[in-house]
């Protein structure tokens, strides 16, 4: 019983050492690339992570900021959605720096000259601003000498640049209009397309009706023929508070045409703009336009 135990333990002590000689000559075997790749204790280099990553963070917003697909483009000038904007691109409804693009994926820079149907466009989304401008407030971007803008009253209205469509004069008050849109900018500013202006006025003194005749008919101030399309009394109010009406766009005319005739405006109200009323909407305060409402200042 003794012999033959220590016989088998032999064989299995033998055994064992083979074994381990085998795990010990596959543990010098160089081990695959892949392998060591999925080595859980493997760690880069601090520093080249570091520049991995910021390379990388780098080319991306670089490729972002650069460059936009044609068809979101178009979509975000709101025009279409990107899906009809293919169909449109498809059919050479878009240029791009004057060359008609008919490329599905075609990319564009922010700097490129974009127009569809031949109107230059935007990405930007257009935005229309109305605002019941107070007293003492200059109808400009910014002011060098410190005074306050129509810009201050309408900082939060929209995270796009938008700029006021004309001018009111500062002791101007009523609606003034503004948009990212440069074509409906244009198009309201432009003396062809006669767009409306209705402004409430108060004299210093009553206004004549042989001067309210002459005030509407056509007649010539400095050197210009000036055309108002209605002027009256202000109905339930005394003979010093006028309507008129105009669609002319020159510098301070409507105090011009009264002055011209001797007389002072005391207060001016711009009541009404191509359509646009002060309904609702109090001194100082601004509100985007409806839908409806942006619908009929295209049509103009």
């Known amino acids: 019983m003794t012999a033959k135990s220590n016989s088998s333990r032999g064989r299995q002590t033998g055994s064992t050492n083979q074994e381990a000689k085998k795990r010990a000559s596959s543990s010098d075997k160089p081990k695959k690339s892949h392998e060591k790749s999925k080595d ?6 601090p520093q080249k ?3 991995f990553k910021k390379k990388t963070a780098t080319t991306s917003k670089t490729s972002n900021s650069d460059e936009i697909r044609l068809n979101k483009y178009i979509a975000n000038s709101g025009i279409c959605s990107r899906r009809d904007a293919d169909v449109y691109i498809k059919s050479g409804s878009a240029t791009v720096n004057g060359e008609i693009i008919t490329e599905m994926g075609y990319k564009v820079k922010l700097t490129d000259e974009v127009r569809f149907d031949d109107a230059l466009i935007s990405p930007e989304a257009k935005r229309y601003v109305l605002l019941n401008k107070p007293k003492n407030y200059i109808t400009t971007m910014d002011d060098e000498r410190g005074r306050k803008t129509v810009m201050e009253l309408i900082n939060n209205a929209a995270k796009e640049r938008i700029y006021p469509v004309g001018r009111l004069d500062r002791l101007t008050t009523g609606l003034l209009l503004f948009t990212n849109d440069g074509e409906m ?7 062809k397309h006669q767009v409306k202006k209705l402004y409430h006025v108060s004299l210093d003194k009553k206004l004549s009706m042989a001067d309210l005749n002459k005030i509407s008919e056509n007649f010539v101030l400095d050197g210009k023929m000036v055309f108002v399309d209605n002027v009256s009394y202000v109905e339930n109010k005394p003979k010093h508070e006028i309507g008129i009406e105009i669609h002319s766009g020159r510098n301070r005319i409507v105090r011009r045409i009264f002055e011209h005739f001797g007389y002072k405006v005391t207060k001016l109200d711009r009541v009404i ?3 646009l009323t002060k309904k609702n909407l109090s001194r100082g305060v601004w509100r985007h336009l409806t839908q409806q409402e942006v ?3 295209k049509m103009i």
């Open 40 to 45: 859980k204790n493997f760690r880069p280099h």
């Open 49 to 51: 992570i570091k520049n």
């Open 185 to 191: 900018a244009k198009k309201l500013t432009h003396p």
């Open 273 to 275: 703009f191509a359509g």
């Open 295 to 297: 619908n009929n200042l």
